[in-house]
């Protein structure tokens, strides 16, 4: 059973950092993994989809890198805004089709003026 | 449409009665996804449909809960006898096609009392 974690589960910075947030998964063998943000109280927005075969993919200041081997994707987020601030989920589609995504418990970010 | 839309946003209802949820996923997307998740807590897998079919829905807490997907587009999720425990955002995603980035509607929120 595949199982995503994710850490940490908070983090707070102030406005300007770069940050790096992880997310491990315990079965390498995906199809792809998905980064996604989480509003209070709204559903959730995609930001980055890295296939298995790719190493990492960019979208403005977000940049997600995924180790298939080591079971292992990280997204880092430069020059933080107060509008970065929400909850950032993985998630796991597995090679199976037909399969469910398994999500990760997100890591909540405050970015701090 | 332009996105994924639920209905209806917000429900409150008394213990026992049943409700019924609705999801228009994105035109021409195959794959559609439930979610739970509850106050403060993660994403919980409910089932995945793939056309009108259904090869996963082994998340479905109970035999209350029950879905359908109809002429490939709008799926319905039921809830019979509700109890507090159903308490929760409920989350509808769609794809154009298994492995695709996965949009997701902004839940309909589900209150028993």
């Known amino acids: 059973k595949q199982e995503v974690t994710q850490i940490p589960a908070a983090l707070s910075v102030p406005e300007g950092e770069n940050l790096v947030l992880n997310c491990s998964f315990t079965?390498?063998?995906?199809?792809?993994l998905q980064w996604f943000r989480q509003d209070p109280g709204k559903g959730l927005t995609s930001l980055l989809l890295?296939?298995?075969?790719?190493r990492e993919q960019t979208s403005g200041r977000l940049n997600a890198s995924l180790d298939k081997s080591s079971g292992r994707s990280t997204l880092y987020i430069a020059a933080s805004q107060p509008g970065d601030s929400a909850t950032y989920l993985c998630a796991v589609v597995p090679t199976t089709s037909g399969s469910r995504l398994t999500f990760g418990e997100g890591t909540q970010l405050t970015v701090n003026p | 449409g332009a996105g994924v839309s639920q209905s209806p946003s917000n429900k409150v209802t008394e213990k026992g009665k049943d409700v019924e949820l609705r999801c228009d996923p994105i035109s021409g997307h195959t794959a559609l996804y439930w979610y739970r998740q509850r106050l403060g807590q993660g994403l919980e897998f409910l089932i995945y449909f793939q056309g009108n079919s259904a090869p996963d829905k082994s998340g479905l807490p109970s035999d209350r809960f029950s879905a359908e997907r109809t002429g490939e587009s709008v799926s319905t999720l039921t809830i019979q006898r509700t109890q507090q425990e159903d308490s929760a955002v409920y989350l509808c995603?769609?794809?154009?096609?298994?492995?695709?980035?996965?949009?997701f509607g902004e839940g309909s929120w589900l209150t028993v009392v």
């Open positions: 890295i296939q298995s075969s790719q």
């Open positions: 995603a769609s794809s154009l096609a298994f492995g695709n980035t996965i949009y």
């Open positions: 079965d390498s063998a995906i199809y792809n």
